[in-house]
């Protein structure tokens, strides 16, 4: 079964302090991941997708395949990183290549 | 630009009503999602379609049916609206012939529908 798991639901940090927004996945195939940004009245936007590798707005995210985790880390945030975040898994085929989203992570920072 | 577009973003139904919500993407993409998002529960997928005509159920069809009829839209219809589909629904479009590294979907503004 495939499932995405975001273990906090409300994450408050000090604008910057580091900041890393958990991640846990199962999947029996190869995963390709994703982390998702809805900024408050804005649409659900791509942040960042594992195989690309890249660094996003400075937040980074690494596939540990061992721990099953894709955790989105950033060195030192920002207020306008405040968000909701979600870690999305990409399905297979016979689903469309569908997104499984874990039930996100409300970020807020603070000043 | 990407653009996916929906035909509204707030809606006040009543118990009982037809609702139908439209989605349009310009991009040519051969597949099309609609999703809905509530406060801790992130998003769920309702149906999908990979090519006009074609429709598969997601992960909580029940009470909803879609229509793809052209390539470049996909309409959610909820045939006889409950309060318990109060929810924020999202739409959302990808294509399966870009390269992984470019391949993401792109999601609409969504539409916030209210049924009293």
């Known amino acids: 079964a495939q499932r995405v798991t975001q273990p906090e639901k409300l994450l408050s940090v000090f604008k910057g302090a580091p900041v890393e927004l958990k991640c846990n996945y199962s999947?029996?195939?190869?995963?390709?991941l994703f982390w998702y940004v809805q900024y408050s009245r804005q649409r659900l936007q791509l942040l960042l997708r594992h195989i690309s590798r890249e660094s996003i707005k400075g937040f980074t995210a690494d596939l540990n395949k061992g721990e099953t985790s894709f955790h989105l880390k950033k060195p030192f945030a920002q207020e306008e990183d405040s968000a909701m975040y979600y870690c999305?898994?990409?399905?297979?085929?016979?689903?469309?290549?569908?997104?499984?989203f874990g039930k996100g992570t409300s970020l807020l920072v603070t000043p | 630009d990407v653009k996916v577009t929906q035909s509204s973003r707030y809606l006040v139904k009543r118990t009982g009503e037809k609702v139908f919500l439209e989605c349009v993407q310009d991009m040519d993409h051969e597949n099309m999602f609609w999703y809905r998002q509530d406060p801790g529960l992130g998003l769920r997928l309702i149906y999908f379609?990979?090519?006009?005509?074609?429709?598969e159920k997601g992960d909580i069809p029940e009470g909803y049916s879609v229509s793809r009829e052209k390539k470049e839209r996909f309409s959610l219809i909820l045939e006889s609206a409950s309060t318990n589909q109060t929810s924020m629904y999202l739409c959302?479009?990808?294509?399966?012939?870009?390269?992984?590294?470019?391949?993401?979907?792109?999601f609409g503004p969504g539409t916030r529908l209210t049924v009293l």
């Open positions: 959302a479009s990808s294509s399966t012939s870009l390269p992984r590294w470019t391949d993401t979907q792109y």
């Open positions: 379609s990979y090519d006009v005509k074609m429709k």
């Open positions: 999947y029996s195939g190869s995963p390709e």
């Open positions: 999305a898994l990409k399905g297979s085929w016979d689903s469309g290549y569908a997104l499984n």
